[in-house]
């Protein structure tokens, strides 16, 4: 069954309108026409089965109905060619693009993140992170060393992040396509990946290792995301993956590039 949305009308819509009344959200007439008051029912019930709540009836949603037996999400990959993703890093090297760009699609399909939200998230993510398309080491700054302290020293005894002293603010800093950051979540994201990550920090900048834990971090947050998209707000949806706004002038400008170069309508 097709993903269902405001404005069609189809046996697949009635389908969905007696599924939805079934559940106890009342679409009003069974008529086969997918107007406000299917959307209403239908926003009601992904809000209940704690699904992104955007009135759309896609695989996930149609799912829950039991009106299909799978939920896999189509798949938008082969819109986020290396030309695509070039005008989206401006100034990136094209080989980097070229190196990393299928592992990260690698690693986001085997993490089930194939949606057009999730694969812009995670480029997005890579171009306010590493600018250049490659997963590096965090530098040094004024937001992660003091003016007379060693490197990373403002790091060392942030327990929000794990860290339990020296050296660990530099032994933890950050890396990869995400700049995993702090002792908490190499401990966290190594055991998810089997990569003693806690042991072996540096790995995190393995380009498979660093592409599966971006794929990972943003798995965690999807629906916050998705939700945050919905409501147009990408500063939320970039707070959420990096926790303030580092970064969003070029997160935004990279979106909007990418958005409109994917955006099949």
């Known amino acids: 069954m097709a993903t269902l949305e405001l404005g069609d009308g189809s046996p697949s819509v009635r389908k969905l309108q007696k599924a939805l009344k079934d559940a ?9 026409e997918f107007g406000a008051g299917t959307e209403a029912a239908l926003k009601a019930f992904q809000q209940s089965a704690g699904l992104l709540a955007d009135g759309v009836a896609g695989p996930r949603t149609l799912k829950a109905l039991g009106l299909v037996k799978s939920d896999k999400l189509e798949p ?3 819109r986020f060619s290396t030309q695509v993703v070039a005008q989206m890093f401006v100034g990136a090297p094209l080989a980097n693009i070229r190196n990393y760009l299928p592992v990260v699609l690698e690693a986001m399909k085997a993490a089930g993140m194939v949606d057009r939200t999730m694969l812009l998230m995670a480029l997005c993510t890579i171009r306010a992170e590493t600018a250049g398309f490659a997963p590096i080491n965090e530098g040094v700054s004024r937001y992660n060393t003091s003016p007379r302290g060693h490197q990373f020293d403002l790091y060392d ?3 929000d992040l794990g ?3 020296e050296p660990d603010g530099a032994s933890y800093k950050g890396r990869g396509f995400i700049q995993l950051t702090g002792r908490s979540n190499y401990q966290t994201y190594g055991k998810r990946l089997g990569v003693p ?3 072996e920090p ?3 900048n ?5 592409a599966q834990i971006l794929a990972c971090f943003l798995a965690d947050r999807e629906r916050q995301i998705k939700e945050a998209v919905l409501e147009g707000d990408l500063r939320h949806a970039r707070r959420l993956v990096n926790g303030g706004s580092h970064g969003l002038d070029v ?5 909007r590039i990418g958005d409109m170069l994917t955006d099949d309508e």
């Not at 393995?206 to 660093?210: G, H, I």
């Not at 997160?251 to 979106?255: I, N, P, S």
Request: hydrophobic letters at 40%; proline letters at 6%; zero cysteines.
């Open 202 to 204: 540096d790995r995190a």
């Open 197 to 199: 990550l806690e042991k």
């Open 163 to 165: 860290n339990r002293g």
């Open 157 to 159: 005894n942030r327990k």
């Open 24 to 32: 106890g959200f009342d679409p009003g007439l069974v008529d086969g």
């Open 206 to 210: 393995e380009p498979m290792v660093a």
């Open 251 to 255: 997160f935004v400008q990279a979106w």
């Open 76 to 78: 938008a990959l082969d």
